[in-house]
């Protein structure tokens, strides 16, 4: 049953830290528990334990392939809360602490949720602990920020809900129980009615797309991505959207028991072209470099919705692409954190010389940057290189050249906004202000961290994990 | 007769998604919607049983507490907190949101046509009545400038998953169906946690000034 | 045949001594159609000897280049000279590739005679030094373009038995084309008047205006030189030099040097200096005309 | 004799450099020259007849075990590059010292040995993941070393088009490797010439290498970048870095099935780059601008010699074929060495001076006589004229071509138009660089800014004397590196047989060579000799009795090339802003000409508005309506839905 305690444990985490009375030390319950946690995952993601069929909750092959990138990039921003909310100690942390424990005992219930209603009260809990973790500011921009996460996202999980009752009514319709767990499901596979099915699908990739952030329905992002300190953007952008493409995965693959796979794969493959556009285009204009970390993981919900349509190979590579982006994501929003507490505001015209104000922050910035945008030999390189490998060699020739084509403009834009604030001379207004910035060890170091990871995950991919991504393709498309 | 009854009030529901759509005061539309909730809650209790299971009848109850009593509390809460002037501006006009929502009920019904349904719910209005609901959601998140009416908005679009969620009810584990029902209920709460801290850090509940992010 | 070892005195002798009679021969025709006596013919030899025993004045802004650059140049034009064959009995030794060297031997002739117009930091030499380098570039095009006409004709690629010409029309263009860039080249009219004293209408004259005594020997013989190449190649590429007996063709090879440089006479006295605008129109057209005769070249011929 | 062990050292010692470079100047140099030794030994071992170096690691890399390979073409390279990142490394100890420059001389070092070390990958790698790797990491350190002194503006734009063009040209290559992993099913590079399925994929090698090479029209970046960078990186891009384009070019078109067209492609945007690339270089003003765009000349000659190699191979016209490619090989070697050298002289007059505006200087030769001889050697270098090196190559490549064209094969037409082209382009680097040296060298100063100037010390000196040595050793005796460029041609692999002995006219051209320069240096010193034992004095220039001449008269950029410009005028687009000086006593007067980038701004920059607009449209969508946010979300329900009932009736 650890793999229960991994939704528990932080969970518990959680009461004893908004039990806790001491603003000062209850941020080191943060790294206690998120040790905790990657050793259960990892001891997890070594010994998989057998999941039987019918059970709800489970560590099956699909939640060993992502759940162990999630928990680890949760314990470095645990690491870099320690001395965030130090800086911060004008601001009450109580329910900072303990909303994030949740948010992560929460995300590891969705990604273990084998059961459609189960993975959508999970998501839709993730949601809710998420508000005030992005309202942490508590300025106005924040609430507004945080007004529009919650009704756009609302809309999106509530269509999501119909579409998980859609995909029930097939069952039903098809003269099963109506049983909505994915192994029921995909037992049903043929037996599901198809027009049932379809609309599922439909209401579904909507639903978890929104919280995904797939182009049209990406327009919390930014807004949410920008207020929110570092450390919950990258949870939202490592965690909180992989637990939504996991679950277009898992519906993914009753769809394709269903029959349906390659209508499914078809929109799949569309919304992940135009959502990696829409962001170029938005990179290619924003002067804020929140907002841009933002646009930025769009494009990259497009390349997971894109691998995912490539069928097999591709599917292992959007899952080492949901790894390789989390990490690196998690440099660029950490040591984002760094340069706007320095700058103040996060934008390419206040913000200009951070190569000179704060030096190892930019470096690290700069280096996320490339990271991010498929250099080597960091882990989005090879990802995003086996995602062409996968669709050239599935004849998608036309959609590796707009994919290629994406990835350049948005790294025209991500090159313009980085440059364009690490190099120049700082404005005089804003030395002053970034002296009382230090670059101690403690911020420096977890971006570092995950920089690493990700040079290592590319490097020296290990087997096990790559072995990993292939058992979570077998148990979502079994080969007859 | 049950299923008669049923439709009944699936109609009345329908009948309140159009009052929604009309209502341009923002009292008339929290009523409103608590009608449609306790509306909602009854009709889990007509769904054709054996016997009244305890687990329908607990979903009932907390629908009605939920939807029908605390969310509206809640709501006019923050309407009086916020002492905002009832009229509604809309973004898309009340006769047209009328004739839109009117028409989108009728081709929800003509939708649910296209798709297969059991022969034991071939009769029931329920399906489409999701559909009028949802839609009638949309309109309002869509045509409203006050974030209570948006709030509404969004309680109507549940409202008919709701519905959808009734043909299910009974494959449903209970775990699961709480579980939904909790997280609905926590969201509208967040929501109007939001809704308070808006007005009081913007001095309104205008979404039309919540435009400063932008690019 | 002569060894190509031992014949290389005797040709070295032809060029250098024959050279400079062409200009007198220019000067002369020219006189006798103005009706004037003119300058003796072997005026030439006599300016040279006088400059080589003058002095030398060097502009005080002039780095050692600008006496280096008169001496290599001539070594260049003169080296490009024993490339050429003289008619079937001085053929000398030639190798496949021998006339691109030869092309580019006159190339650095031109880069060195530029250099030390250059050294002077006169606007007149710097004038003079663009033109020469600009309208060499269709120059060049164009002699590349006979060149490779000739190679086709003949699918040799040394100078000693490519220049075996067709009869006929390809004979005609390459003759025409030739004759035209042998006009540029050595700055004759139209496109430049050696005798002309104003500045800003010369380019070959105003390049050497700085320099003076031996210096100015070397560019006038070399000037000569490169006269007498461009006429030997001329008459090479068109009259069937190779089937004559050898002494003949020497024969037949100095009457068409005379002829062409007779010619030129006649064009000088007959033509006006082109206005510079008008000089890329008529070297396109020498261009062209060598087109042609690629074009001929390729059509018919043997192989 | 094993070049492995070495490769080991240079790799050990480069490695070294790049750490120890941050703080010990010193060790940075002397780790620097052991690479660069070590890498030249066991280059030239392999080229010297040592068999193909192959090693296999255990260790994987991304998934796949590192394989490296040295054979002939890249032993080739791998000898430039040793040389030209060794004397790079002198020569910048010097002009780019700590005290100079304290902040950013320290991570100057650490970026040219990963450049370094990164551009040796590219050449050993044997695997197409690990020879992306090597390619992006040689890509972005190329970049940190021209936006070395990000201070400039001008500097950091011509950085950042540097890393889009060289991003977009890796993408292709993303496209391109991707490809031949899924056509083959693995990363494994080597010989596919028995594959004919992968004919088509030399069209992707050509796009992505073009635009690292600098083909016309993918050049956009390159004057720019190298006209913005320091000089000694600007020698390092211009004789090694671009060529690694060219490296890519020759490895796969011998490795692939050569389509024809691909070849014809090669052949006729080389010829293209070679024309008008020098047409652009002559109408600069810009001294390394001027050098860049030279640089565009000298690959397109490179490409066009590739490309016609190619088709004489598919035609079966081996002689003109393994000329061509010999010319085109031996020019990496020779554009490497006089490039290199061109760049350390404008960085030595840069230094100097402090501009690069050659209508700002004049008269340099007084203060600096070794960069000034120097630079007029590798102008003739770079001109192709004999004896020097250029024209080996040169002549190489036109005997290639003029083989092709006289064996009235099916090349013949093209192969005679490309010769005229590149006698064209001849004539014009010609008057490119008596343009360049005179303006820079000759005459007199033109502004203040030249009274200053002094000569380079011995670090800078030293590297360029021995590039100029190079040029001249090149040049004289090109049959003693003959066997070096027939063992490259031989690991080529492509439809030509390897190249055996010397051809007996390139001996003959040796000695022509030799001859020459003989008669130059006797003729030279005999009038030499004579004028100094006559009479002879000193004077001002001839002035045509005009009494007050100024250093300003003297001709300039503009109008030395202004004859040539005005043919090229609908290519090259000159700006021009003239105020002619009117009435009695006119006013200020005045004629200002800039030659843009003409693809860059008449062709990019329209597109590049077009996504401006776009983008700047779809940012206008997010505007912070919360309403149409979800309105956004029900389009897109809308969208799927539709696009899912369509395709599900199909």
């Not at chain 3, 003079?128 to 269709?138: D, T």
């Not at chain 3, 010619?263 to 062209?288: I, N, W």
């Not at chain 4, 002397?30 to 296999?56: H, K, M, N, T, Y």
């Not at chain 4, 051809?503 to 000799?529: I, T």
Request: aromatic residues 8%; glycine residues 12%; proline residues 5%.
């Amino acid at each position: 049953m650890i793999s229960l305690c991994l939704i528990l444990v932080p969970l518990a985490g959680a009461l004893l830290a908004a039990a806790w009375r001491e603003d000062r030390t209850r941020p080191l319950w943060l790294p206690i528990f998120g040790v905790i946690h990657a050793g259960l995952a990892a001891a997890l993601f070594f010994n998989p334990p057998a999941v039987a069929a019918e059970s709800w909750f489970g560590f099956d092959p699909l939640a060993r392939a992502v759940l162990p990138a999630v928990s680890l990039l949760f314990l470095v921003c645990s690491a870099y809360a320690v001395p965030y909310l130090r800086l911060r100690a004008e601001r009450p942390n109580r329910v900072f602490v303990a909303l994030l424990l949740t948010v992560l005992g929460l995300l590891s219930a969705g990604h273990q949720a084998r059961h459609l209603g189960l993975l959508w009260v999970a998501t839709e809990a993730v949601t809710l602990a998420a508000v005030p973790l992005l309202h942490f500011n508590g300025t106005a921009r924040a609430f507004e920020a945080t007004w529009k996460y919650l009704l756009v996202g609302g809309t999106g999980i509530a269509l999501s809900l119909l579409g998980s009752f859609c995909l029930g009514y097939a069952s039903l319709h098809g003269g099963g129980r109506g049983d909505l767990t994915f192994a029921a499901l995909t037992a049903q596979g043929a037996g599901l009615s198809r027009p049932w099915v379809l609309t599922a699908w439909v209401l579904l990739l909507v639903g978890y797309g929104t919280k995904m952030g797939l182009a049209p329905m990406h327009t919390w992002k930014p807004d949410a991505y920008g207020q929110a300190p570092g450390i919950v953007g990258a949870l939202l952008a490592g965690g909180v959207t992989t637990v939504a493409f996991t679950a277009i995965l898992r519906v993914r693959s009753v769809v394709g028991a269903a029959g349906e796979g390659p209508v499914a794969d078809r929109t799949l493959l569309l919304l992940g072209l135009f959502s990696m556009g829409v962001a170029a285009l938005f990179l290619l204009g924003t002067r804020d470099f929140k907002r841009m970390l933002a646009y930025s993981s769009v494009e990259h919900m497009g390349i997971l919705g894109l691998g995912t349509a490539l069928g097999g190979p591709g599917v292992a590579a959007a899952l080492f692409h949901v790894w390789s982006n989390g990490l690196t994501k998690g440099v660029l929003f950490l040591s984002a954190g760094n340069l706007h507490r320095a700058a103040g505001e996060p934008t390419m015209d206040a913000a200009r010389g951070m190569a000179r104000l704060t030096p190892r922050s930019a470096a690290i910035f700069v280096a996320g940057m490339f990271a991010i945008t498929a250099l080597p030999p960091f882990a989005p390189f090879f990802s995003e290189l086996q995602v062409v490998r996968a669709g050239l060699a599935a004849g998608h020739g036309l959609a590796v050249a707009a994919f290629l084509g994406c990835l350049l403009l948005a790294f025209l834009g991500l090159t313009r906004v980085v440059f364009g604030i690490v190099d120049g001379r700082p404005r005089p207004a804003r030395v002053h202000h970034a002296r009382r910035f230090r670059e101690t060890a403690a911020v420096i170091a977890p971006p570092l961290v995950l920089l690493g990871l990700s040079l290592a995950l590319g490097l020296f991919t290990p087997a096990i994990l790559r072995e990993s991504w292939l058992a979570a393709v077998r148990q979502l498309f079994p080969t007859p | 007769m049950n299923e008669g009854t049923l439709n009944l009030l699936v109609g009345l529901a329908m009948g309140l998604n159009l009052l929604a759509l009309g209502s341009s005061r923002l009292p008339a539309l929290i009523r409103t919607v608590a009608a449609q909730g306790v509306v909602l809650g009854v009709m889990p209790l007509l769904i054709e049983h054996e016997t009244l299971d305890w687990r329908v009848a607990a979903v009932a109850v907390a629908t009605i507490a939920g939807k029908g009593v605390v969310i509206p509390w809640l709501l006019r809460r923050a309407m009086r907190a916020a002492n905002i002037e009832r009229e509604i501006e809309p973004f898309v006009g009340y006769v047209p949101s009328l004739l839109l929502g009117a028409g989108g009920t009728i081709a929800a019904v003509g939708l649910a046509r296209a798709l297969p349904l059991l022969p034991a719910h071939s009769g029931s209005l329920l399906v489409p009545g999701a559909m009028a609901s949802v839609l009638t959601g949309f309109l309002l998140l869509i045509g409203r400038v006050k974030a209570i009416s948006q709030v509404c908005g969004y309680l109507i679009l549940e409202n008919g998953i709701y519905l959808f969620g009734l043909l299910l009810i009974h494959s449903t584990p209970l775990l699961v169906e709480s579980g939904i029902l909790l997280d609905v209920t926590v969201g509208v709460f967040v929501i109007g946690i939001i809704v308070d801290r808006i007005q009081r850090a913007f001095d309104s509940l205008d979404t039309r000034k919540l435009t400063t992010l932008r690019e | 045949m002569m060894n190509p070892v031992s014949e290389m005195p005797l040709r070295l002798a032809v060029w250098l001594l024959l050279a400079p009679l062409l200009p007198g021969i220019v000067n002369k025709v020219k006189a006798w159609v103005a009706g004037r006596r003119g300058p003796p013919v072997l005026q030439l030899y006599f300016d040279l000897a006088k400059l080589w025993r003058k002095g030398v004045v060097v502009s005080t802004l002039a780095s050692p280049g600008f006496l280096l650059g008169p001496a290599v140049a001539w070594v260049a034009v003169v080296g490009a000279a024993l490339l050429m064959p003289l008619g079937p009995s001085l053929a000398g030794a030639g190798f496949r590739g021998d006339f691109l060297v030869l092309i580019y031997l006159l190339a650095l002739a031109r880069f060195c005679t530029a250099w030390a117009a250059m050294e002077t930091g006169s606007a007149f030499e710097g004038m003079g030094a663009a033109r020469e380098v600009s309208y060499a570039v269709l120059a060049e095009a164009a002699i590349i373009a006979a060149v490779l006409s000739l190679g086709v004709q003949t699918g040799s690629l040394s100078l000693s038995t490519m220049l075996a010409p067709a009869a006929g029309a390809g004979a005609a263009l390459l003759a025409a084309g030739l004759f035209v860039v042998l006009l540029a080249e050595n700055c004759r009219v139209p496109f430049d008047d050696p005798n002309t004293h104003l500045e800003l209408t010369m380019i070959h004259e105003v390049m050497v205006l700085d320099h003076s005594g031996p210096p100015l020997a070397a560019i006038l013989h070399g000037a000569s030189v490169k006269l007498l190449l461009f006429s030997v190649l001329l008459v090479q590429a068109v009259l069937p030099i190779g089937q004559f007996a050898p002494w003949a063709g020497a024969g037949v090879l100095a009457a068409g040097v005379l002829g062409v440089t007779v010619g030129v006479g006649f064009v000088e006295s007959l033509l006006a200096r082109l206005a510079f605008r008008r000089v890329p129109l008529l070297l396109t057209t020498a261009f062209l005309l060598c087109l042609f005769a690629l074009l001929v070249a390729w059509k018919g011929g043997p192989s | 004799m094993n070049p492995g062990p070495f490769l080991l050292l240079a790799l050990l010692a480069l490695a070294a450099g790049g750490v120890g470079g941050l703080r010990f100047p010193r060790a940075w140099l002397g780790f620097s020259l052991i690479g660069a030794l070590a890498g030249l030994a066991a280059a030239l071992g392999v080229l010297l007849g040592a068999p193909d170096w192959e090693w296999r690691g255990v260790w994987r890399l991304g998934g796949d075990a590192i394989h490296l390979r040295l054979d002939g073409v890249s032993a080739l390279f791998l000898v430039l590059l040793s040389v030209v990142s060794g004397l790079g490394a002198l020569y910048a100890r010097e002009y780019w010292s700590d005290a100079g420059n304290p902040s950013s001389a320290p991570r100057g070092r650490a970026w040219w040995s990963v450049l370094t070390l990164s551009m040796g990958l590219v050449l050993l790698a044997a695997n197409g993941l690990h020879f992306l790797i090597a390619w992006e990491l040689f890509a972005v350190s190329a970049f940190f070393l021209i936006t070395l002194d990000a201070r400039g503006r001008a500097t950091r734009a011509a950085g950042w088009l540097y890393l889009a063009a060289s991003h977009a040209g890796t993408l292709v290559l993303f496209a391109f490797f991707g490809l031949l992993a899924a056509r083959t099913g693995s990363w494994d590079l080597g010989p596919m010439q028995d594959q004919p399925a992968l004919a088509s994929l030399l069209w992707l090698a050509l796009v992505g290498f073009g635009v690292k090479a600098g083909v016309f029209p993918l050049h956009i970046w390159l004057p720019s970048a190298h006209a913005n960078a320091p000089s000694h990186v600007s020698a390092l891009m211009s004789g090694v870095a671009i060529k690694m384009g060219i490296y890519g070019l020759v490895r796969f078109s011998g490795w692939l099935p050569a389509p024809r067209g691909a070849a014809w492609a090669l052949m006729g945007f080389g010829a293209a780059s070679a024309v008008l690339g020098i047409a652009f270089a002559l109408a600069q003003s810009d001294l390394k601008r001027l050098l860049a765009y030279c640089s565009v000349e000298n690959v397109g000659l490179i490409a066009a010699g590739l490309g016609g190699a190619l088709l004489a191979g598919a035609g079966n016209e081996a002689a003109g074929g393994n000329l061509l490619l010999a010319g085109a090989l031996l020019h990496v070697w020779n554009h490497g060495a006089f490039k290199a050298l061109l760049f350390f002289g404008a960085g030595a007059v840069l230094h100097a001076t402090g501009t690069r505006e050659m209508n700002r200087l004049g008269g340099l030769w007084r203060a600096m006589p070794w960069t000034a001889s120097l630079f007029a050697l590798g102008s003739l270098a770079v001109a192709g004229l004999p004896p020097l090196n250029g024209f080996v190559s040169e002549w190489l490549i036109y005997l290639g071509l003029f083989d092709a064209a006289a064996s009235r094969g099916e090349a013949a037409g093209p192969a005679g138009l490309t010769a005229i082209l590149i006698a064209t382009a001849g004539a014009l680097a010609l008057a490119t660089f008596i343009k360049a040296s005179a303006l820079v060298f000759l005459g007199a100063g033109r502004t203040p800014a030249t009274r200053h100037a002094h000569e380079c010390g011995a670090l800078m000196r030293g590297p360029m004397l021995f590039l100029g040595t190079t040029c001249v050793f090149l040049g004289l005796g090109p049959l003693a590196v003959w066997p070096a460029i027939a063992r490259a041609a031989a690991s080529w692999g492509g439809a030509l047989s390897p190249v055996g002995e010397p051809p007996d006219a390139l001996a003959m051209l040796g000695r022509a060579q030799r001859v020459l320069a003989v008669g130059a240096v006797v003729a030279g010193g005999a009038l030499w000799h004579r004028v100094h034992s006559g009479r002879h004095r000193r004077d001002v220039t001839w002035d045509c009795g005009y009494a007050a001449p100024t250093a300003r008269m003297q001709y300039v950029s503009g109008s030395f090339a202004g004859i040539v410009s005005g043919w090229f005028t609908r290519i090259l687009r000159p700006a021009r802003t003239l105020r002619r000086p009117r009435g009695l006593f006119p006013a200020k007067a005045f004629h200002l000409e800039r030659v843009p980038e003409t693809v860059l701004e008449r062709v990019l920059g329209p597109v590049a508005a077009v996504f401006v607009r776009a983008s700047n449209a779809v940012r206008r969508l997010q505007h912070g309506r919360l309403s149409f946010y979800i309105l956004y979300v029900a389009a897109g329900l809308v969208a799927v839905g539709t696009f899912v009932w369509v395709g599900s009736l199909r």
